[in-house]
């Protein structure tokens, strides 16, 4: 099936640095990606949706200065959290539509997460 | 290496009751999400499993037996808007979520 892959896993980092966080889509194209921010036993919150070439549409109250988001290729969008403070410390997970049939058009596959700590 | 299964579709009637499968091999094992996902939506978080057992939340139940390496979710009394995908995931030793494909349950009149 296919696959999402998120990088880093973990990172820990220093209140007021920036963390990029990659995710890909291993084995299709997807123009559309999702960002979202996991809570623990929570709902996943969605961020922002991340379009292939365009800019990003952010969700009422996420801030499109402190997360950036770049869809630069149809495998790869990034998510930069600037000036990182310990209240951003979260699990963030992307997932990618699948545009090619391998599921139903609407299919999202999800990546394994990444834990962000700020000190 | 790490894999979830869980059945691609399944069809029931309104007022039933529907059992949703999860078989899961995974390195490591840190707990088991349901979630709920209508189309266009965030997934929808459903239960939680770390220890066995049954766990019972309204109409929604869920159990996990680790041994065995399998998790179901028991929706009662089924509605309408209970139509959706709902989705299985493992979270391993690592802390990184393993996730299903996805079920996508339709609900008939």
């Known amino acids: 099936g ?11 980092c220093k ?4 963390v990029k966080i990659e995710c890909r889509s291993l084995d299709f194209q997807a123009t559309t990606m999702f960002w979202y921010r996991q809570f623990p036993k929570q709902s996943l919150m ?20 402190k997360f950036l ?3 630069a290729s149809l495998t790869l969008s990034t998510l930069t959290v600037t000036s990182a403070h310990p209240e951003d410390s979260s699990f963030y997970i992307c997932s990618a539509r699948d545009q ?3 599921g139903e058009t609407d299919t999202q ?11 | 290496g790490q894999n979830i299964d869980q059945p691609t579709e399944m069809t029931a009637t309104e007022g039933a009751i529907v059992q949703i499968n999860c078989t899961y091999q995974t390195s490591g094992f840190n707990g088991l999400f349901w979630y709920q996902q209508h189309a266009g939506e ?9 220890l066995d057992g049954l766990e019972e939340k309204g109409r929604f139940s869920s159990f996990l037996s680790r041994s065995k390496g399998y998790s179901y979710l028991l929706l009662k009394e089924l509605q309408m808007k ?3 995908s709902y989705l299985c995931a493992v979270m391993d030793s690592n802390y990184q979520l393993i996730w299903g494909a996805g079920t996508k349950l339709i609900i008939k009149p």
Do not use: C
């Open chain 2, 82 to 84: 209970d139509s959706a």
């Open chain 2, 42 to 50: 965030a997934p929808t978080f459903l239960s939680y499993n770390v």
């Open chain 1, 69 to 71: 988001i770049n869809h």
């Open chain 1, 100 to 102: 090619e049939g391998q």
């Open chain 1, 15 to 18: 209140s007021g640095t920036s």
């Open chain 1, 2 to 12: 296919a696959v999402v892959s998120q990088h880093p896993s973990r990172v820990i």
């Open chain 1, 109 to 119: 596959y999800f990546g394994p997460g990444t834990r962000l700590t700020v000190l």
């Open chain 1, 46 to 65: 969605l961020m922002a949706t991340s379009n292939e070439g365009s800019k990003a549409t952010y969700e009422q109250g996420v801030e499109k200065d």
